[in-house]
């Protein structure tokens, strides 16, 4: 119920002389990052769907906040938290990302989790703060912050503690923070 009323808001856009088509069945209700009048979501520049339990809209300051078990996907990366507040530009364009509260992303072999995540839309560059810990295959990193750009193999940890497991080993589990490391 909720997908239908994003779609509702970022899709009414003031009719032309000669009205758009309609969009296909297919496209997901909850796609975000519309231009004018609606389109299929393989056109949008930086495609994302949101999908939650609430959803608020403040037009004012071009802002949109989803809540409750939020999921938000671009391409191959799965973020998950439960707060998220995006900021868009002109024809709905979301450009940056704020996520709060048990921040988890996926992107192939790589996971990082969180208490923050910030997501530059435009550059595709995600920084994850507050305890972050990330997985890269079976290496295990943590640190202050966590960094990389989705559709890359770079990763950044900042005050990393790194744990490279040998063959065969078990679940690996990290210790606390490095003493005089400096907290997010």
Do not use: H, M, Y
């Given at each position: 119920m909720i997908e239908y009323f994003v779609m509702a808001f970022f899709v009414a856009q003031p009719?032309?002389?000669k009205a758009a088509p309609a969009a296909p069945a297919?496209?997901?209700?909850?796609?975000?990052?519309?231009?004018a009048g609606p389109v299929a979501p393989t056109t949008f520049k930086n495609p994302i769907t949101i999908a939650a339990t609430k959803f608020q809209i403040i037009d004012k300051r071009k802002e949109a906040i989803w809540t409750e078990n939020v999921r938000a996907q671009r391409g191959e990366a799965d973020l998950r938290c439960?707060?998220?507040v995006a900021t868009y530009r002109g024809q709905q364009e979301i450009t940056?990302?704020?996520?709060l509260g048990?921040?988890?992303?996926?992107?192939k072999d790589l996971f990082v989790?969180?208490?923050?995540?910030?997501?530059?839309?435009?550059t595709g560059v995600l920084e994850v703060t507050?305890?972050?810990?990330?997985?890269?295959?079976?290496t295990v990193l943590k640190g202050s912050k966590v960094r990389f750009t989705l559709g890359t193999d770079l990763l950044e940890v900042t005050d990393s503690f790194t744990v490279f497991p040998s063959a065969g080993a078990g679940p690996v589990k990290l210790p606390g923070p490095r003493p005089g490391a400096k907290a997010p």
């Open positions: 009719l032309a002389a297919a496209t997901p209700a909850s796609a975000v990052g519309l231009q439960d707060r998220l940056r990302i704020q996520c048990r921040v988890e992303v996926r992107e989790k969180g208490d923050r995540a910030d997501f530059d839309n435009v507050g305890s972050p810990e990330a997985r890269k295959g079976n």
